[in-house]
């Protein structure tokens, strides 16, 4: 085993708190049993790869759960051991979600860190390409976050900044390593963000994507090996420039979870690749969930 996706179930009982985005802000109510069954048709997407779906159990009344890439991101030290950096929300709705990924964690074998202030959301602000860490500010992780999170990354660092309506920085670019290439959204990028980028990894590699384009979340599918594992909502033209660069597109249904609430496939994960020494417990594996899932219709 080398790769997990760390993934958290709809509740049956899910629904819109926070209307924290442009998809949200309007949307009408969710259907809770068809945002389940979306949420597996991704989980069971992943699995297929051959990568390992860990599944953490809804919380009551924490309905952000299900977009895992906010529930933290390991890190290694020189010792080598991996560390959990546990996220720092900026909705007030969503600040509990942090202890129960904490006890996740804990229960894979990595000690868990609480960066002890500011705002940060973890893989909503974190990218890797071309041995480069990417990490991101200016949307819901501010300048605070950002540092105190900086802290314990190694290796290159380049950072970021965006603004609205790329709330995080996965709205704003997508590297696709298979294609060696990074889908980039310069209207959203501040100050010399896009320079630096350019810079780093050539004007080539970088491929253009428009402000509304990421609004139908041209930047937030799942790369996973050759494939990207994408909403159905994004463009034609992305999914066309996309395959162009050897990378298979597989189309998601997501009108619950992406159309209505505003997270698309990338949102619903938390990545953690080369994982070999990870001993998954029975009750956080895909299979009991998949079940109850299907049995509820």
């Given amino acids: 085993m080398t790769d997990l996706y760390l993934m958290s179930p709809p509740g049956t009982d899910w629904q819109i708190r926070g209307r924290a985005n442009f998809r949200s802000r309007e949307a009408t109510p969710v259907d809770a049993a068809k945002a389940r069954r979306e949420w597996l048709g991704l989980a069971e997407a992943i699995e297929r790869t051959g990568a390992t779906v860990v599944v953490q159990p809804p919380a009551p ?31 007030e709705h969503r600040k509990g979600e942090a202890e129960h990924w904490a006890k996740l964690a804990r229960k894979l074998g990595w000690e868990t860190v609480d960066l002890g202030a500011g705002t940060w959301e973890a893989q909503g602000d974190v990218a890797s390409f071309d041995g480069v860490t990417m990490l991101f500010f200016g949307g819901r992780t ?17 950072p970021v900044e965006v603004r609205e309506p790329a709330f995080h920085g996965n709205m704003a670019l997508l590297p696709l390593p298979a294609g060696d290439r990074v889908l980039v959204c310069p209207d959203v990028l501040v100050g010399d963000s896009l320079a630096r980028l350019e810079a780093r990894f050539g004007r080539d590699r970088l491929v253009h994507v428009t402000e509304a384009e990421i609004r139908s979340y041209a ?21 066309e420039l996309v395959q162009s660069f050897g990378v298979e597109v597989v189309l998601l249904e997501m009108d619950e979870v992406c159309g209505k609430a505003g997270g698309a496939s990338r949102c619903l994960v938390g990545h953690v690749p080369d994982a070999p020494d990870v001993r998954v417990p029975d009750e956080h594996r895909l299979a009991p969930f998949a079940a109850a899932i299907r ?3």
């Fill in 219 to 239: 930047t937030n599918g799942l790369p996973v090996g050759k494939t990207l594992l994408a909403p159905s909502l994004v463009p034609a033209r992305v999914r």
């Fill in 61 to 91: 009344g924490l309905t952000g759960m299900p977009y895992a890439a906010e529930c933290g991101h390991v890190v290694r030290g020189a010792d080598g051991r991996a560390r959990f950096l546990l996220p720092r929300m900026f909705a």
């Fill in 142 to 158: 501010d300048r605070a976050g950002f540092e105190r999170a900086r802290e314990h990354f190694t290796g290159e660092i380049l």
């Fill in 295 to 297: 049995e509820a219709g």
